[in-house]
């Protein structure tokens, strides 16, 4: 090694969110030497800010469900291989609704996602009561999945970072990845803050930062943006399913494939800062997804607001916070006299089509724009490991990059 090598290996992973993570132990279980590379620390980015949910009900009949369902999966297999060192929850996912029109799509929806092999069905208000006592009083019932799920997202990354260590993965941490290393063509390695890792493949796993990459000439067709959340203390209320309101439908497309599917019959998110008339407002929008799970502590994740986009600004904005409160104050009034304790944004990443890109780019390869990336990551982890052993893999085809549904706002990408 030289004196300005940090360490080397047969491939280096960058970033230890849930998809390095997930990438840098498939390839292990081949037999691969690798590196991980953080800038900060694992879960530092979008992977250790989220609540966990794994929800297969909004994912479009096709390959993004069967994705969904083989990265549920993948926590049944680590849960074997770990222990029971992380908690993963099957007590399905609860879509409410507030008016008679929004049920009638959902009817739709049903029908699609069963069909799709899926364990979902309408239920009354009353039964709703039963998945979750928080449901608000607005809501006249909902959609129950029975195979929706959670995890606590953080012991997941702690664990699996702690595993891969174990299985002699080297990780670096405070190690922020400067660019990659080549010789004529053929890429080498990177080049880091703390010096270069050599390798024959080196695996972007670089989550909304990899925007970045289009310094390095690998023009990444993601969007990125920043999605708030807010924590408060354990309530004395059990909420077993997870769930999420009509409000949601227009961050996750789950509806955008039912030939029913009326935009208008859904509330616009944070409607009443939208509506404001001057031109600040345009500027001020915050979206919002309308999801709320408990974690087993017993504390609410409310969430999640959507803004910043383009931006690689982690801080949540006093817009997103208001957002949040408003909704909460509005819909879930019995949370109101809990303490908030915790408060934040995470960077996010979105494709045009709802699917990740799993790839080879220029010489390096690329494990991106998972914006569901609970559910994805474990899957395109062994996907991406796939690939790159030479491996045959169901679904590395629908994820290549050049795929035709990828588009991108070229707005936002300049
Ligand atoms: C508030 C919030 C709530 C969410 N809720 C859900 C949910 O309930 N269900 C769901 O499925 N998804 C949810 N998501 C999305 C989910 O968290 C992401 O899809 C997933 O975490 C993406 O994982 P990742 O590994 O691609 O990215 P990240 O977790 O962001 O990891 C990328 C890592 O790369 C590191 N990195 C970047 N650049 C460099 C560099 N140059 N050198 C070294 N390291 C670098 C970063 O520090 C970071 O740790 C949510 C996201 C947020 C923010």
Not at 105 to 129: F, H, K, N, P, Q
Request: glycine share 12%; hydrophobic share 40%.
């Amino acid at each position: 090694m030289g004196a300005d090598t940090l360490a080397t290996g047969d491939i280096v992973v960058v970033g230890a969110g849930i998809v390095g993570l997930c990438t840098a132990w498939e390839l292990r279980k081949r037999g691969f030497d690798v590196v991980v590379v953080e800038q900060r620390f694992p879960g530092y980015g979008a992977s250790g800010r989220n609540a966990g949910a794994i929800w297969l009900q909004t994912r479009r009949a096709g390959t993004e469900l069967a994705l969904a369902k083989a990265g549920n999966e993948k926590y049944k297999e680590f849960l074997r291989e770990f222990g029971d060192v992380f908690d993963y929850r099957n007590q399905g996912g609860l879509f409410f609704f507030e008016n008679d029109e929004q049920g009638r799509i959902l009817e739709d929806y049903v029908s699609d996602r069963r069909a799709a092999g899926l364990d979902i069905t309408m239920i009354s208000r009353e039964e709703a009561l039963k998945q979750s006592s928080i449901l608000p009083d607005t809501a006249i019932g909902a959609v129950f999945c029975a195979d929706d799920a959670q995890i606590d997202g953080v012991q997941f990354v702690n664990a699996l970072a702690a595993a891969c260590v174990r299985a002699g993965i080297r990780k670096f941490e405070n190690t922020s990845v400067l660019s990659t290393l080549r010789q004529g063509d053929t890429v080498i390695g990177v080049r880091s803050v703390r010096g270069e890792i050599h390798a024959s493949g080196v695996v972007w796993a670089t989550g909304a930062w990899s925007t970045n990459l289009r310094a390095e000439g690998i023009d990444v067709p993601i969007e990125t943006a920043r999605v708030g959340q807010m924590l408060t203390q354990p309530v004395d209320t059990r909420a077993n399913a997870i769930m999420h309101g009509p409000r949601g439908v227009y961050g996750c497309g789950a509806l955008t494939d039912l030939q029913t599917y009326d935009p208008t019959i859904f509330a616009i998110p944070n409607g009443a800062m939208l509506a404001r008339p001057d031109a600040a407002a345009a500027t001020l929008s915050v979206g919002y997804d309308d999801s709320i799970a408990q974690n087993r502590g017993g504390s609410m994740f409310i969430g999640n607001s959507l803004d910043g986009r383009g931006s690689l600004n982690p801080h949540i904005s006093i817009n997103a916070t208001n957002a949040m409160v408003s909704t909460t104050l509005d819909r879930y009034q019995s949370l109101a006299d809990y303490g908030v304790t915790g408060l934040w944004a995470g960077l996010g990443s979105e494709t045009s089509d709802h699917l990740p890109i799993v790839d080879r780019a220029d010489g390096s390869y690329i494990n991106v724009g998972h914006a569901w990336g609970v559910a994805s990551g474990p899957i395109c982890g062994q996907v991406m490991a796939e690939v790159i052993a030479g491996e045959d893999s169901g679904f590395a085809g629908a994820l290549k990059m050049n795929r035709q549904t990828l588009t991108i706002d070229t707005d936002q990408s300049s």
